[in-house]
T-cell receptor
Framework: DAKTTQPPSMDCAEGRAANLPCNHS???????VYWYRQIHSQGPQYIIH???NNETNEMASLIITEDRKSSTLILPHATLRDTAVYYC????????????FGTGTRLKVLA | GAVVSQHPSRVICKSGTSVKIECRSL??????MFWYRQFPKQSLMLMAT?????????EQGVEKDKFLINHASLTLSTLTVTSAHPEDSSFYIC?????????????FGPGTRLTVL
C-alpha cells in the first residue's frame, strides 16, 4: 500500500488560504488520493478525492502534481471551524479497498 | 454526502461485560463497512473489514474472538467487544463504503467512546 507523509502541524491565519501538503511518492497509477479531516472527538469527515486531475468542491481544492507523487489540499478561506487534523490517504486498490491512516496534519486556524 | 450513524455515542461498562456498538448507513446501502479504533492523540487504526453476508476480515493483531463483527444487512454492522477490560477503552469508529455514482468513498460515523471500569 502506498504510504503518505504529512507535516505534523501547521498554523494558518483566519481568512487566509490553508495549503496542506501530502507526499505519496509510491502511489500506483490507479490509486486515488483522499482527504478527510477529524475534529476533536468526532468521526472523520470526507473532504475531497482525486486521481490525476485537480478537483474542486464546496469545501476545498485538491491539486495533484503531474507525476502524482504529491498533492496539496487547499482551504481557500480558512475559518476557526477548520481547525482539525487533516488526513491524506491513498486508497489501496486491493480487494477490500481499505484506508490506512497516517498521522495527519494538525491544522490550527488562528484568529 | 452520505450519513452514517453509530449507537451508542458513549458507553461505560464494568470489566468482564460485553458491549455492542451499532453502525448504520442511513441513506445508502453498504456491502462493506469498516471498524477502526483510536486511542488518545493517535491516528485511526483499522481493526476489521465487515462484508454483508460473510465473515469479517480482521487486521493482524486484532483478536476476532474478542471483537465480534456481524454485518447482517446492507445498512447495519455491529461490533461486540466481549469480556471488555480497561485496556479496551478507546474511541471506536465505523465507516461505510458508498459505491454510488463516481465516488468510491468511505463515510464515517461519529464514533463511540467506550470506557471500561
Amino acid at each position: 500500500d502506498a504510504k503518505t507523509t504529512q507535516p505534523p502541524s501547521m498554523d494558518c491565519a483566519e481568512g487566509r488560504a490553508a495549503n496542506l501538503p501530502c507526499n505519496h511518492s509510491t502511489i500506483s497509477g490507479n490509486e486515488y488520493v483522499y482527504w478527510y479531516r477529524q475534529i476533536h472527538s468526532q468521526g472523520p469527515q470526507y473532504i475531497i478525492h482525486g486521481l490525476k486531475n485537480n478537483e474542486t468542491n464546496e469545501m476545498a481544492s485538491l491539486i495533484i502534481t503531474e507525476d502524482r507523487k504529491s498533492s496539496t489540499l487547499i482551504l481557500p478561506h480558512a475559518t476557526l471551524r477548520d481547525t482539525a487534523v487533516y488526513y491524506c490517504i491513498v486508497r489501496t486498490t486491493s480487494g477490500t479497498y481499505k484506508y490506512i491512516f497516517g498521522t495527519g496534519t494538525r491544522l490550527k486556524v488562528l484568529a | 454526502g452520505a450519513v452514517v450513524s453509530q449507537h451508542p455515542s458513549r458507553v461505560i461498562c464494568k470489566s468482564g461485560t460485553s458491549v455492542k456498538i451499532e453502525c448504520r448507513s442511513l441513506d445508502f446501502q453498504a456491502t462493506t463497512m469498516f471498524w477502526y479504533r483510536q486511542f488518545p492523540k493517535q491516528s485511526l487504526m483499522l481493526m476489521a473489514t465487515s462484508n454483508e453476508g460473510s465473515k469479517a476480515t480482521y487486521e493482524q493483531g486484532v483478536e476476532k474472538d474478542k471483537f465480534l463483527i456481524n454485518h447482517a444487512s446492507l445498512t447495519l454492522s455491529t461490533l461486540t467487544v466481549t469480556s471488555a477490560h480497561p485496556e479496551d477503552s478507546s474511541f471506536y469508529i465505523c465507516s461505510a463504503r458508498d459505491l454510488r455514482g463516481r465516488a468510491d468513498t468511505q463515510y464515517f460515523g461519529p464514533g463511540t467512546r467506550l470506557t471500561v471500569l
